[in-house]
């Protein structure tokens, strides 16, 4: 199972997220804060990353660029809540996320869509 880094600046999102990706069985790491996580992609070893679009700071279309950047082949799931003019979950497939989730998803897109990225090639 992959170890997963879970950002997101909602700590009820993160809870939910977290949950259901832990009985699922997955190993997973959160964090509030997208510039944080790009810290941590730094220094710690991850195998996936579900991201936030909307964050203070340092959003989820950031991460993807600067975590792209540390590790061109880290498969990246963007999720987001909001709808608007511009479809930011295009724009993050744009720039690197092999999934995007539109919330609220279920269980079942949750772990698909991680099931999905995680079973892609190439793996590093």
Not at 10 to 29: F, R
Not at 60 to 72: F, K, S, T, W
Not at 107 to 113: I, P, S, T, V
């Amino acid at each position: 199972m992959p170890r997963i880094l879970v950002i997101d600046d909602s700590p009820s999102a993160l809870q939910v997220i977290e949950t259901m990706l832990v009985n699922a069985g997955h190993m997973v790491i959160t964090c509030s804060d997208g510039k944080r996580a790009v810290e941590m992609l730094q220094r710690e070893a991850f195998d996936l990353i579900l991201t936030d679009i909307y964050m203070p700071d340092e959003d989820g279309l950031e991460v993807i660029r600067d975590a792209q950047r540390v590790h061109p082949c880290l498969p990246i799931v963007a999720m987001s809540g909001v709808a608007g003019r511009r479809n930011m979950l295009a724009v993050a497939r744009h720039l690197g996320a092999c999934q995007i989730l539109q919330k609220p998803f279920s269980r079942e897109d949750l772990l698909d869509a991680v099931a999905a990225a995680w079973n892609r090639e190439p793996h590093q």
